[in-house]
């Protein structure tokens, strides 16, 4: 049906997406209808060219890129463009084209008119396939009281999103929300590197020595690097090999990148990760692939192994 499928015997094991995402709805937008069958929209346009060699987000042509940035823009004020088919049926339909068999689920909220994580946790919370973290806005009041209604909710994790929330992971109260992930004993996925979908003043909110603040300052919270810093993967990888609780996740990373950072921290810290739906599974999927295609316990790591250890060390009953 012009729909790509992981053939049999590739990796059949069960793998763990780390990094996804259902509809969010912002400002004057309208939650999402998380339940609706309808066909999907992914950002990345299906006849875009793809230039393997390249992080995904550089493959975008000034075309497509643009109709990204107005689509996401559109989430503010309604919900009729693709995010209202970045929905739970799709995500499990195309997991289950790509042998998935569980996908962390990232929530991103701003510091105002917006409940994704809530609206999220209403929806997951009782699949047993997807895995919530949750968002908390650094500049939000009572952090404490929303993070504990969350976890009585499911959530197994805190998502931080430096640029678009526009807070540096060294700022102060961005260190609070390190506290509490401390104290209740969650991972951080923080989105780490520019994409050059995301306008330029975004930059100084991604810088790696604010990074390394909070890293130092809480070693005992697991700090996971989302897309693995982008261009930036050399210097992530180095913070991977430098601290233990740093983990890079891997989506967008290209297979030569992906071999570097193996060869830099080794791979028992590394996360697959698709970014859904901004690509369909299978765009970061094949790099992964390909970049593991001679080492088979290295490719288990990535895709299983490392995710599902780090999930039960925090006691998500669903690993």
Do not use: W
């Given at each position: 049906d012009n729909q790509l499928i992981l053939q049999e015997g590739i990796f059949d094991e069960g793998i763990i997406d780390f990094h996804a995402h259902l509809g969010f709805?912002?400002?004057?937008?309208k939650p999402v209808d998380l339940e609706c069958p309808c066909r999907v929209q992914h950002f990345f346009p299906e006849d875009n060219p793809i230039n393997l060699e390249n992080y995904s987000a550089f493959d975008y042509t000034r075309e497509?890129?643009?109709?990204?940035?107005?689509?996401?823009?559109?989430?503010?004020?309604?919900n009729?463009?693709?995010?209202?088919?970045?929905?739970?049926?799709?995500?499990?339909?195309?997991?289950?084209?790509?042998?998935?068999?569980?996908?962390?689920?990232?929530a991103v909220d701003l510091a105002?008119?917006?409940?994704?994580?809530?609206?999220?946790?209403?929806?997951?919370?009782?699949r047993e396939r997807l895995i919530p973290f949750v968002s908390l806005h650094p500049f939000s009041l009572n952090k404490r009281k929303k993070l504990e209604k969350f976890i009585k909710d499911g959530a197994?994790?805190?998502?931080?999103?430096?640029?678009?929330?526009?807070?540096?992971?060294?700022?102060?109260?961005?260190?609070?929300?390190?506290?509490?992930a401390r104290e209740y004993k969650l991972p951080i996925l923080y989105h780490?590197?520019?994409?050059?979908?995301?306008?330029?003043?975004?930059?100084?909110?991604?810088?790696?020595n604010d990074f390394e603040i909070a890293i130092r300052r809480f070693p005992d919270v697991t700090i996971i690097m989302g897309h693995s810093s982008i261009d930036?993967?050399?210097?992530?990888?180095?913070?991977g090999k430098k601290y233990e609780n740093v983990y890079l996740e891997l989506s967008g990373q290209p297979p030569q990148a992906i071999k570097e950072i193996i060869n830099i921290m080794g791979s028992e810290k590394l996360l697959f990760g698709t970014d859904w739906p901004f690509y369909p599974?299978?765009?970061?999927?094949?790099?992964?692939?390909?970049?593991?295609?001679?080492?088979?316990?290295t490719r288990e790591r990535i895709l299983k192994t490392n995710a599902e250890r780090l999930l039960k060390k925090y006691n998500c009953e669903k690993i």
């Open positions: 709805n912002f400002l004057f937008g497509s890129a643009e109709k990204c940035r107005k689509e996401a823009i559109k989430q503010g004020f309604k009729d463009g693709f995010t209202r088919t970045h929905t739970i049926p799709n995500i499990l339909e195309e997991m289950d084209r790509m042998k998935v068999a569980k996908s962390v689920i990232l105002f008119a917006s409940k994704n994580s809530a609206h999220i946790l209403k929806h997951v919370k009782n197994c994790g805190i998502k931080g999103h430096p640029p678009m929330q526009m807070v540096k992971p060294s700022n102060s109260l961005s260190l609070q929300i390190c506290q509490l780490t590197g520019h994409s050059p979908l995301s306008p330029e003043f975004q930059r100084k909110y991604v810088y790696m930036k993967f050399r210097e992530a990888a180095y913070l599974i299978a765009f970061p999927l094949v790099k992964v692939l390909m970049a593991t295609e001679d080492n088979p316990v």
